[in-house]
């Protein structure tokens, strides 16, 4: 039997930047060294990466791939999980800038070492380095194990797809988030870019990071963080390309934002599961282009990704293909609601409650004995300061079938979002809870 394929570590010159930090510019041999330095510190135990600066993200999971320990990835800091995760792996140890919330051995990124101008190590492609959980809004976090290869592989294509030669990348994604992780940590390390790793979430942040950056430059964000940006108003500096995921943009809003600051909105289609395997231009004709040496496999009632160095994994998607290489999205199963015989989309539902002017966000939730409960009905929440309940009630009942018309709007000061803009299970059924149990009997 051959040996599997080896990629290396970085695919970079010694005096390329891979990572730009307030404190001054980190270039490819500085990494190395560092990353050295570090996996001769590593304990022979799993390391849970908790870093906030996205170089010490990299450089944490570069030291614990050198050494041959996985990496864990997750970004639900809750001290419960945490815990769970110290119990599930034994020996745990924490990498971050401060002491984390759990009792376990605890590792400091911040490391003196010499630059490495050597040629970087090569890697097995098959080389388990990372765990990556999912956000949790469709439950518990589930881990994946990420091979060295498909990692590589991945980063690669999307350079290419973006054509990010030289490019800038500010996010303002969390690091550990599968979404953050490929484009603003993972791509450095094979693709001519450089990650911004200064602060990079308020709009007047994101506006300063861009300035301290050499174009071109290129946003990664999300929908609820752009729709944040653009009501902020702030002027930005000239901008390459904005790239959004975690959830459908809508064309309006991308129109708005190519036109406000003169650029392309893009968005990357990806589950943690299988990571980015698409893209589409927001603006265009709603079709999703494959990745270079990514496939589709459809059998029976799901469709599988085939993609290298990786196991094929199952959709969760409705997906149509649209020639050999693209597809048109469809929607996910559990998007899909029933009620008087009629069906909706609960992100379309939402989508209309969010357009209503005055509704800062908001969202439309089944509950769950909907199909079988005579007297239920839909629930809404919507973070809406200047718009009374009965306002944003009266604005729906003009816009949607009644059928789906919620008993009552329950305003919030704010959904409890994470940094992603996603809503998890927990927080998603406490609010579903809380409400039902408000409802007459």
């Not at 769970?84 to 140890?93: D, E, I, M, V, W």
């Not at 990571?275 to 603006?283: D, H, L, M, N």
């Not at 929607?331 to 009629?342: E, Y």
């Not at 009266?394 to 996603?422: H, S, T």
Request: hydrophobic residues 50%; contains cysteine.
């Amino acid at each position: 039997m051959s040996a599997p394929p080896a990629v290396p570590l970085l695919a970079r010159p010694p005096d390329a930047v891979l990572f730009r930090r307030p404190q001054g510019d980190i270039t490819a041999a500085a990494f190395l060294g560092a990353a050295r330095a570090l996996a001769a510190r590593l304990p022979d135990a799993p390391l849970l990466n908790l870093c906030a600066d996205r170089y010490h993200v990299a450089l944490g999971l570069a030291a614990a791939a050198l050494a041959g320990r996985i990496s864990l990835f997750t970004g639900d800091r809750s001290p419960a999980w945490l815990a769970a995760l110290a119990a599930r792996h034994p020996g745990l140890a924490v990498l971050a800038e401060t002491p984390g919330p759990i009792d376990a051995p605890h590792l400091s990124p911040a490391i003196a070492a010499p630059p490495d101008p050597s040629a970087p190590p090569r890697l097995p492609a098959d080389r388990p380095v990372a765990i990556v959980f999912t956000s949790g809004s469709t439950g518990e976090p589930v881990g994946h194990r990420k091979p060295w290869g498909a990692l590589a592989a991945r980063s690669a294509d999307a350079a290419r797809r973006f054509r990010l030669g030289g490019a800038s990348v500010v996010g303002t994604v969390p690091g550990q988030h599968m979404y953050g992780f490929e484009t603003t940590v993972l791509l450095p390390f094979h693709a001519a870019t450089a990650s911004w790793c200064g602060p990079a979430f308020y709009p007047v942040d994101v506006a300063a990071a861009l300035a301290a950056c050499p174009a071109p430059r290129v946003l990664v964000t999300t929908p609820l963080q752009l729709r944040a940006l653009l009501g902020a108003g702030i002027a930005m500096p000239p901008l390459a390309r904005v790239i959004s995921a975690t959830a459908p943009l809508e064309p309006a809003m991308a129109a708005a934002a190519e036109r406000a600051w003169g650029t392309e909105v893009w968005e990357i289609f990806g589950a943690t599961e299988v990571g980015s395997i698409a893209s589409r231009r927001t603006v265009g004709d709603g079709r999703w282009l494959l990745y270079p040496r990514v496939r589709l496999r459809a059998e029976a009632d799901l469709v599988r990704v085939i993609a290298p160095h990786a196991a094929p994994f199952p959709l969760s998607d409705h997906i149509v293909p649209d020639g050999p290489a693209g597809f048109r999205l469809i929607g996910r199963a559990t998007d899909l609601v029933k009620l008087g015989g009629r069906r909706a989309s609960l992100a379309g539902l939402t989508r209309i409650l969010t357009d209503i002017d005055g509704v800062e966000d908001g969202l439309f939730v089944a509950p769950p004995d909907l199909e079988t409960r005579p007297t239920a009905r839909m629930l809404a929440f919507a973070v809406a300061p200047s718009l009374s309940a009965e306002a944003i009630l009266a604005a729906l009942r003009a816009r949607i079938d009644p059928v789906f018309l919620p008993r009552r709007v329950i305003r919030l000061d704010r959904l409890p979002r994470d940094p992603l803009g996603k809503l998890p299970a927990r927080a998603l059924e406490a609010l579903r809870a809380e409400a039902l149990a408000e409802e007459p009997t």
